[in-house]
Each structure stands twice: as structure tokens, then as C-alpha cells.
């Protein structure tokens, strides 16, 4: 790991996962000077079928589908995501998902919009929860973070530790992150 990254100390983490999503945080820094960031969870209805089938390749395919989906209709400019199972809740997913923060200031109903998505995808067996409490994450009451605010990026890195958590993997790391075009280069350049 090339640097110590702002991690929750509560949980052991899956330090090439760190790695990898505190990357793809600074590539999306380096392209969006703003972020409004938020976490939301998916997974399906206790009792339906797809819960009882609990396949790892069927959650993996339709949360995939999911992001392809709110990406390519540029809903987010950015998500990363990880599938963890528990035993009493099954498979679920862990996803952080990126706004412009330059055009966006509040993200409920972008991430209504997707969690509908999610169920009709999911043919109204998908759930999802959106964590909007401010002491589970800085971003939560429509708080930008800012490329140069060093505390506020920390918070973040603090908050997205979470999908890098080594418990509940038991069946393997399957996580996703979008690709990030580079930066456009039109206009005034960054202050560093």
C-alpha cells in the first residue's frame, strides 16, 4: 500500500480492496473537482426467490446491471460496490455512488430514482437502503467535499473503508468501480 489511508480502526480490512477504492477516489477527484458521495445498500426481499437461491453470480450480474444502467443514463458520474454475505441477511451490497458536486447539491432523489431501479430490475424483489444519517457519513445531509479540503477527503476515505472490510466475504472479494474518463482540460487549470 503506497500511502495509510483514513480507514475505520472498528473493522480488519481487505488492504488491496483499500488500495483499490481509495484509488478510484482519486481518480474521480482528479477529474471532478466536487463530490456529493453517498452510500446506499441493496439486496433482495427476505422470502423471494431470488433471496432463497442466494446466488453469488445472480447478485453480482443484476447489481452490474444496476450500475451499468444509472451510469449510462448519468444519474452517477461515478460508483464503486462490494457483495457481502451474512447469514441472516443473505447477500447484500455495499455501494458508494458519485455526483457532480459542481451541478448536484442534495442527492435523495437521484438515489430514490435509483433504488426504484433496483426494483424493477429486480422484478420488485430488490430492497435498498439509503444511509443518510450524518454521524454514519460526511456527505449525508448534502455536504460537497471539495479536492482541496484534506479533512473532508479524509471523512471520506473514513466512510468508504466500509466496502473494504475484510468480515463478511467469506465467499470472495466481488466488488465493481466504473471507469473515469480523464480530465477535461478546457478552462481555467486547478490550483494546487
Known amino acids: ?8 480502526p472498528n473493522y480488519p480490512m481487505h488492504l488491496l480492496l483499500l488500495e483499490e477504492i481509495n484509488h478510484h477516489l482519486d481518480e474521480m477527484f482528479e477529474r471532478y473537482s466536487r463530490l456529493l458521495a453517498f452510500r446506499m445498500d441493496f439486496g433482495w426481499k427476505q422470502g ?12 453480482d450480474g443484476e447489481i452490474q446491471h444496476l450500475m451499468d444502467v444509472v451510469f449510462g443514463r448519468k444519474m452517477v458520474i461515478g460508483y ?14 455495499h455501494a458508494m455512488l458519485y455526483l457532480d458536486g459542481q451541478k448536484h447539491r442534495k442527492f435523495y432523489p437521484t438515489s430514490r430514482a435509483i433504488g426504484e431501479e433496483w426494483r424493477r430490475l429486480t422484478d420488485d424483489e ?28 479524509d471523512e471520506l476515505r473514513y466512510v ?3 466496502l473494504a472490510k475484510s468480515e463478511q466475504k467469506s465467499r ?11 480530465r477535461n482540460r478546457r478552462g481555467r487549470p486547478r490550483k494546487e
Open 172 to 182: 470472495g472479494v466481488i466488488a465493481g468501480m466504473n471507469a473515469i474518463p480523464p
Open 80 to 93: 464503486c460496490w462490494v457483495i457481502e454475505y451474512r447469514q441472516r441477511k443473505g447477500l447484500h451490497v
Open 160 to 162: 468508504i473503508s466500509y
Open 48 to 59: 423471494s426467490e431470488r433471496s432463497q437461491r442466494n446466488l453469488m453470480d445472480e447478485m
Open 1 to 8: 500500500m503506497k500511502e495509510p489511508y483514513n480507514a475505520n
Open 126 to 153: 430488490g430492497i435498498f437502503h439509503l444511509f443518510s444519517k450524518k454521524k454514519h457519513f460526511v456527505a449525508s445531509s448534502g455536504t460537497i467535499v471539495d479536492h482541496r479540503n484534506k479533512q473532508a477527503v
